[in-house]
């Protein structure tokens, strides 16, 4: 049975999640020097491919990005006492 894009997509973000930080840490590299190294950010985006999507590199940055801005709010939550949010 073929993968679909939603599962490729949950499997990304399930890798991304297990390795965020060096994925902040390359994407970061790449803005500073337009070059994405061969990491996991390029590993994770490769299971992208097979669905044809020419933008796999911009959709796993999303991914990233997202789960940054969730760990970073809920990190800041939790030093205001409110870890269950507002």
Known sequence: MEQTFVEAMEVAKAEVSQHLPQCCEEILHWHD???LI???????????LPFET???????????NS??????VA???IRQG?????
């Open 33 to 35: 020097t337009g070059i």
């Open 38 to 48: 061969d990491g996991y950010v390029r590993s994770i985006a490769a299971k992208l």
């Open 54 to 64: 020419s933008h796999h590199l911009g959709i796993i940055e999303a991914v990233i």
């Open 67 to 72: 789960q940054a801005m969730h760990q970073v």
């Open 75 to 77: 990190q800041e939550l």
């Open 82 to 86: 409110r870890p269950d949010g507002v």
